[in-house]
Structure formats: structure tokens, C-alpha cells
């Protein structure tokens, strides 16, 4: 059994993060690509890993934490505001693009991995690292197109919600497993 163990510690060295220790894996060649990537990218929209130690059927990692929310508690802002929700699903393509050009994919792109960073006011995805994922770029553009939905619904779906046309047309083409073709068209659609 390979059950993940996540613990906040107070690192002397690193202060306040995660400690994430996994046990008996059959293969730590997907973690050791994650942790390379993450640590190459250094970017503002993974936590950062402080340290890594990965051996033959296990791995120790110590990554930042972040302690803020995940938008499944603060979503309301996002709520029937057009503008908010593709403000935040631009930051969330121009992160995902990061780890797909490195041939790597959210195991799980759901709200409660997505984090607003107080203090950049960017999203941070979490719980990147798995030993095995079975998702795809097409899953997670899905999932983006889902959580743009349900934050902007408030819920999960409703049939008879009014969205403006481009709305649609965006969340559309996500749900299909498809990015909008021209990014810039966001900052012409306002709050409803």
C-alpha cells in the first residue's frame, strides 16, 4: 500500500511546510519528473519544493505550504462574475501550460487543489505530485471547464442558466476538451 502521509511541520531550515512521505511505491519515476519539473519551473503557481528524497519505492518531500483557502471555500467571489472567473481561468491555463510542456498533468484538477494566494492574488495548484496519473492535457482542460461552471454557478450545474455568449462559447469549448483559441477576447467580457 503506498497511502500518502502529509504532515505541517516547522522545518528549521525551511520554516513552515508539508511534509509528504509515501511508502512501498512500485514506481518513483513520475514523482522524480514532477519534483525535476517543479523545481526547474520555480513559478508562482506550484508550491515551491524545498527538498526531495526519493529512492527506489519511496519518497520524502518537503514542499511550501500554503495557507490560504482553496476555492472550494471562496468561490463566492466568483459567483456570477464573468469577469472574475476568466481572469482566474486565464492564470489557470497559463500555469497548467507550464507542467503540459513537460508532458505532465493535474492528477486531480478540482477546486479544493486550487488555492488564491493572498498575498499575489494568484492561484497556486496543489497536490501535483502522484506516482500515478492516468489524466491528460484534454482531462485537464475538462476540469477547467468544469470548475469555470460550477464557480461562476455557484453549484454544480444548472440547466437553465443564463451566461453571456461568449461565456459560453468558452466554457463550451473547455468542456470539450478544447483551450479558446485567442486569450485575448477575456477582457472584453464583464461582470453580469
Known amino acids: ?16 511546510c508539508l511534509k509528504k512521505r509515501q511508502d512501498n511505491l512500485l514506481d518513483t519515476s513520475l ?7 517543479l523545481q526547474k519551473l520555480d513559478s508562482k503557481y506550484f508550491p515551491k519544493i524545498y527538498k526531495a528524497t526519493i529512492e527506489e519505492d519511496s519518497c520524502l518531500i518537503f514542499e511550501e505550504f500554503i495557507g ?17 472567473c476568466l481572469e482566474l481561468l486565464k492564470e489557470l491555463i497559463n500555469a497548467l501550460k507550464m507542467i503540459w510542456n513537460e508532458n505532465l498533468y493535474h492528477p486531480n484538477l478540482v477546486l479544493k487543489n486550487i ?23 484534454k482531462s485537464n482542460i475538462k476540469s477547467l471547464g468544469f470548475i469555470i461552471y460550477q464557480l461562476y454557478l455557484g453549484t454544480c450545474c444548472k440547466e ?8 459560453k462559447s468558452i466554457v463550451s469549448k473547455l468542456l470539450n476538451g478544447q483551450l479558446p483559441t485567442n486569450l485575448t477576447e477575456f477582457k472584453f467580457i464583464g461582470k453580469r
Open 115 to 137: 488555492i488564491i494566494d493572498e498575498r499575489t492574488n494568484k492561484p497556486v495548484i496543489v497536490n501535483l505530485i502522484t506516482s500515478k496519473n492516468n489524466s491528460s492535457k
Open 160 to 167: 437553465d442558466v443564463k451566461l453571456s455568449k461568449s461565456f
Open 1 to 16: 500500500m503506498n497511502k500518502l502521509i502529509l504532515s505541517l511541520v516547522n522545518n528549521p531550515k525551511y520554516g513552515k
Open 68 to 84: 490560504y483557502p482553496t476555492l472550494e471555500v471562496t468561490k463566492e467571489k466568483y459567483y456570477n462574475n464573468e469577469k472574475e
Open 31 to 37: 514523482i522524480k519528473k514532477y519534483v525535476a519539473v
